[in-house]
T-cell receptor
Framework: GAGVSQSPSNKVTEKGKDVELRCDPI?????LYWYRQSLGQGLEFLIYFQGNSAPDKSGLPSDRFSAERTGGSVSTLTIQRTQQEDSAVYLC?????????????FGPGTRLTVL | AQKITQTQPGMFVQEKEAVTLDCTYDTSDPSYGLFWYKQPSSGEMIFLIY??????QNATEGRYSLNFQKARKSANLVISASQLGDSAMYFCAMRGRGGSQGNLIFGKGTKLSVKP
């Protein structure tokens, strides 16, 4: 079956612009996660959604970052007024549920470059 | 707080030989899950293997096995009969089972290079 998909695969933007990154999880998966991978920081958790519950936003680095998940499926991560330190690969993952044994399956990522 | 430590930034192995990638963890949760992911140069994170803290047997998945030593808080990945395609970054990760934290905590990774 189809895996997690993300778009765009690459995004180059200018400092101060807003960007939107999209994630389409595996069909039927109720939990969706966003992570960021950068050279200096490794893999960092940003936010996750589980069903209709309020999202866990504890990993968002600043209020310039926000995310939404419409209809329990597709999610959009928005970064406002981008900064150079936002340059990273943004990875989305989904799992069937949000249980400890549930494997998270990752998409190919969006590479964001802020000039 | 939960923490994952991978002490080997890089490893080399000869093709067809076995290799062990180290992972130690720290958690106060009595129940937890441990995961290994592979990230080739293409960038996608590929799930390899899972070990639950109460599992009696070490997990195995094809050429991958997990050497789980609970008392030592270690969950080393063993790759048998290495292949050139195994060259990649390998990440150990943990999450709390049943806890409010749904996200994975990752180690910094080990870069494995398989030599022909």
């Amino acid at each position: 079956g189809a895996g997690v998909s993300q778009s765009p695969s690459n995004k180059v933007t200018e400092k101060g612009k807003d960007v939107e990154l999209r994630c389409d999880p595996i069909s039927g998966h109720t939990a969706l996660y966003w992570y960021r991978q950068s050279l200096g920081q490794g893999l960092e958790f940003l936010i996750y959604f589980q069903g209709n519950s309020a999202p866990d936003k504890s990993g968002l680095p600043s209020d310039r970052f926000s995310a939404e998940r419409t209809g329990g499926s597709v999610s959009t991560l928005t970064i406002q007024r981008t900064q150079q330190e936002d340059s990273a690969v943004y990875l989305c993952a989904s799992s069937l549920r949000d249980g400890g044994t549930d494997t998270q399956y990752f998409g190919p990522g969006t590479r964001l470059t802020v000039l | 707080a939960q923490k994952i430590t991978q002490t080997q930034p890089g490893m080399f192995v000869q093709e067809k030989e076995a290799v062990t990638l180290d992972c130690t963890y720290d958690t106060s949760d009595p129940s937890y899950g441990l995961f290994w992911y592979k990230q080739p140069s293409s960038g996608e994170m590929i799930f390899l293997i899972y070990q639950g803290s109460y599992d009696q047997q070490n997990a195995t998945e094809g050429r991958y096995s997990l050497n789980f030593q609970k008392a030592r808080k270690s969950a080393n990945l063993v790759i048998s009969a290495s292949q050139l395609g195994d060259s990649a970054m390998y990440f150990c990760a943990m999450r709390g089972r049943g806890g409010s934290q749904g996200n994975l905590i990752f180690g910094k990774g080990t870069k494995l290079s398989v030599k022909p």
